[in-house]
């Protein structure tokens, strides 16, 4: 059995001020929600985010496609690399477009837990499992 990473144990302080390890916790969640091992997917968050600084959604955002193909590659998230690369692009994209780059402003533009959970749903890549995963520590600190 896997063991289940938390964001503490991604070095991710969880507050609802803190929409800098809101996002970082979101990132993660969404590399560990896709079927690939744990581990992996915290490496790849650890290169991404730690080793090339791409810890806020405009940095992100400023990724070309095969630059985040790079990355993941370095960290061995090779199964699903292009599409998640696509991906990350993407949520980077539609949180700045849509949410001025916060979290915490899709919480507040959120009525309840569930309505929030619905907003990020809406992300392409995001499903029920990458929104269990954030949830299990985010939902502690936001509802």
């Given amino acids: 059995m896997t063991k289940t990473i938390s964001a503490e ?21 969404f590399l560990m929600g896709k079927r ?12 991404i985010v730690e080793q ?5 959604p405009r940095k992100l955002g400023h990724c ?10 370095e960290a061995h998230y090779v199964r699903y690399d292009e599409t998640t690369a696509e991906r ?3 949520l980077a994209t539609k949180l ?6 916060r ?3 899709m919480v507040e533009a959120s009525a309840n837990r569930q309505d929030f959970e619905k907003r990020l749903q809406a992300f392409d890549g995001i499903g029920p499992k ?3 995963i954030f949830m299990r520590e985010a939902g502690k600190v936001l509802f």
């Fill in 36 to 47: 690939i091992q744990a581990e992996i997917a915290a490496e790849a968050y650890r290169v």
């Fill in 9 to 29: 144990d991604l070095h991710i302080r969880l507050h609802p001020l803190s929409d800098s390890a809101l996002f970082k916790w979101l990132l993660a969640s």
């Fill in 88 to 90: 990350l692009l993407a």
């Fill in 52 to 56: 090339h600084q791409r810890d806020t």
């Fill in 96 to 101: 700045n477009d849509e949410y001025a780059g």
């Fill in 130 to 132: 990458t929104v269990e």
């Fill in 103 to 105: 979290v915490m402003n």
């Fill in 64 to 73: 070309t496609h095969r630059e985040l193909v790079r990355m993941l590659g």
